[in-house]
């Protein structure tokens, strides 16, 4: 079992309803992600949280906004999306931000998000 | 041109085959590569890194050529729970990359009895 658990596992909403996703980690782990991944495609990067600061937004629209409340859980608020945003939406995480060294994201199961 | 390109398959085989991938990068500036496994409806997880002195771990073996950027994965003597999608990931350059990862389309393997 992943040691990154997101919640829900499946979410439906219509466009114009608020949600969130919610991604916890107890690692320890200092540096936290969401990706977003339609069906036969890789993950896509939205969101780098570093130290519980935002590090990088790959351009993401606003109707989803990241929050990082301590260094343990990520959240993504949703708002006003459209049926294009229905994917799997996986939150990482690693011991650091400079993933590179070791390439190690530890991800969750994923919420897979229709919208409506 | 995308950043990473991969045969997306599938790889139909017999079990006990050979069977290799390619990957290849388009940013000749990027500094880490590896190989993530994806099984169908799971999340990611990190298979082995990729070095310019070449990688072996059991039946995998990755390799990396900077001068071609081009990435490879050879899996020996396949087993039916190797079936998976096989993801090339690569970390670009530049300190504004801190924590960027870009995933390859993956290619998809099938061992067959």
């Known amino acids: 079992d992943t040691e990154v658990t997101q919640t829900p596992k499946h979410l439906v909403m219509g466009m114009t309803n608020k949600k969130s996703l919610k991604c916890e980690q107890h690692?320890?782990?200092?540096?936290m992600y969401w990706y977003k991944q339609k069906a036969k495609k890789p993950p896509e990067l939205m969101f780098v949280?570093?130290?519980?600061?935002?590090?990088i937004n790959e351009s993401v629209p606003s109707r989803f906004s990241p929050e990082c409340p301590n260094s343990s859980l990520l959240n993504l608020h949703l708002h006003a999306l459209q049926p294009e945003d229905s994917a799997l939406y996986l939150c990482a995480s690693s011991h650091s931000p400079r993933v590179r060294l070791t390439g190690e994201l530890f991800f969750g199961e994923g919420s897979r998000l229709t919208v409506l | 041109r995308k950043e990473v390109e991969q045969d997306p398959g599938p790889f139909n085989v017999p079990e006990g085959a050979t069977v290799a991938f390619n990957c290849t990068y388009s940013?000749?500036?990027?500094?880490?590569f590896f190989w993530y496994r994806q099984d169908c409806r799971k999340e990611p997880k990190l298979l082995m890194s990729?070095?310019?002195s070449g990688n072996e771990d059991g039946r995998f073996t990755a390799q990396l050529n900077r001068a071609s950027q081009y990435i490879s994965l050879l899996i020996r003597d396949s087993k039916l729970s190797d079936s998976a999608t096989y993801l090339c990931?690569?970390?670009?350059?530049?300190?504004?990359?801190?924590?960027?990862?870009?995933f390859g389309q993956g290619t998809t393997l099938q061992v067959k009895p």
């Open positions: 990931v690569v970390s670009p350059h530049g300190s504004g990359n801190t924590g960027k990862l870009i």
């Open positions: 949280y570093s130290y519980e600061k935002l590090s």
């Open positions: 690692m320890g782990h200092r540096a």
């Open positions: 990729v070095y310019s």
């Open positions: 940013n000749s500036a990027s500094q880490s």
